[in-house]
């Protein structure tokens, strides 16, 4: 039975999120989501560490009494700010018995790869091998057991801020926990929606939106190649919502992201929201809503649209959408009228977590396991004898109880059992 458990973390502008996963045999399972408000984070630097951390430990405290054991260790995302993307080419001559290439050799490329020297100002978060070539044969595929004299490893060594990366990092050790491993925010995007091998024949934008900012990262040739932060997010108009109409930051929110469309030319006056002030009643329509923000959506078009112009003119482009800012609904559409290619809002398909703010977290979970078989870390995020027995326990206690049992439950569905 081939049972891994791993706690994916991402530090947002204004929320801890936590997924706990299980890759169970071939599946992958989830087995619990959390979200903490945390203001701690600004868009390149950590400005309350206390808060970060409170909410980290409130977030694995309630994960880990769900799951029926502590957790250890965790993913972490990084921001991508000031990505730097370094190019190598590491050479590796084989020389096992059998003149085959292993997993070994490939781990000893990555090292030496991870051995140059980066900008005093930037830290590593990645060495990502990008193709592999054998016998004057490229591939994106792992060249284990094949018989040659040299493997030739193309390596992307992903670098971002080197402050912001290690207080992102001293957060989630003082919470009490180790740090598994690490990737970029948009790197993970990628690697959930499967968008390096779309990136092959085309050029890919990510645009990750959230409250303070909106995180763009290019994807071409199967690569991520570049990052840049424009600091415009969902703050503005929900901060717009708030002022006109005397409301509370989550009530804006959720107003924004869930009662609202951006896209249509035409909006209803019928009321969407009734609350009261000072005893008076209140309503909001559809068609306030969107006259309130409609000043702050097109200084984000508009910004959206400069930064990606340069890159549009380069061949065929796809724009996804993700994060927070891809459950505004519309905004997809409206974002395609301006840039007039395809543009898409992204939402995982994975049960349990099918919510855009969730994706980058979500998709450390492939990042990571792409790297177990040249890795072959053995390490969970829980303590599995733990597990194990919370599991045994609850199956043996629903198998004794017969108010617990299926057939009981069923019963009192379908029947009316006398006393």
């Known amino acids: 039975m081939d049972k891994q458990i791993f706690a994916a973390v991402e530090i947002c502008d204004h929320e801890i999120r936590l997924i706990v996963g299980e890759f169970f045999n071939t599946r992958f399972n989830i087995i619990k989501t959390n979200r903490i408000d945390a203001y701690g984070l600004s868009c390149e630097a950590v400005v309350d560490q206390n808060a970060i951390v409170e909410a980290l430990k409130k977030a694995v405290d309630n994960a880990s009494k769900t799951i029926g054991a502590r957790i250890e260790r965790v993913l972490l995302c990084i921001p991508s700010y000031r990505v730097k993307c ?71 060594l992903l670098c971002a801020d080197r402050k912001f990366a290690f207080d992102l990092v001293e957060c989630v050790e003082k919470a009490g926990l180790e740090v598994m491993d690490i990737a970029l925010d948009t790197f993970a995007i990628a690697k959930e929606g499967a968008l390096f091998e779309q990136a092959i024949k085309q050029n890919i934008i990510i645009l990750k939106m959230e409250r303070l900012s909106t995180s763009l990262a290019l994807l071409q040739k199967g690569k991520l190649v570049a990052c840049d932060t424009y600091r415009f997010g969902l703050n ?135 790297q177990l078989p040249i890795t072959n870390y053995q390490v969970n995020s829980v303590d599995m004898d733990a597990f194990m027995k919370t599991i045994n326990y609850k199956a043996n206690n629903a198998s004794n109880d017969p108010e617990e049992s299926i057939t009981q439950k069923l019963k009192g569905i379908l029947f009316e059992t006398k006393k």
Request: include cysteine.
């Open 86 to 156: 370094v190019p190598l080419k590491v050479r590796k001559h084989i020389d096992s018995i059998d003149g085959c290439c292993t997993a070994l050799d490939i781990k000893d490329a990555l090292k030496r790869a991870m051995q140059t020297k980066v900008p005093n100002d930037l830290a590593l978060i990645q060495a990502v091998p990008i193709k592999y070539t054998v016998n004057g044969i490229s591939t994106r595929r792992l060249p284990i057991n094949e018989r040659c004299d040299e493997l030739v490893v193309d390596v992307d």
């Open 236 to 370: 503005k108009p929900i901060g717009q919502i708030c002022d006109k109409f005397s409301l509370s930051g989550q009530i804006g929110a959720k107003l924004l992201l869930s009662n609202v469309r951006v896209d249509l030319s035409v909006y209803s006056d019928n009321p969407i929201y009734i609350y009261a002030i000072n005893g008076q009643t209140q309503t909001i329509s559809e068609n306030q809503l969107v006259k309130c923000i409609q000043g702050d959506l097109k200084i984000w078009l508009d910004g959206i649209e400069s930064l990606c112009k340069p890159i549009l003119q380069q061949g065929q482009t796809t724009v996804i959408i993700t994060g927070e800012g891809a459950q505004l609904m519309g905004l997809d559409h409206l974002l395609q009228e301006r840039l007039n290619v395809e543009v898409k809002s992204y939402t995982p398909e994975t049960l349990g977590v099918r919510n855009s703010s969730l994706t980058a977290c979500l998709g450390l979970f492939y990042a990571y396991k792409d």
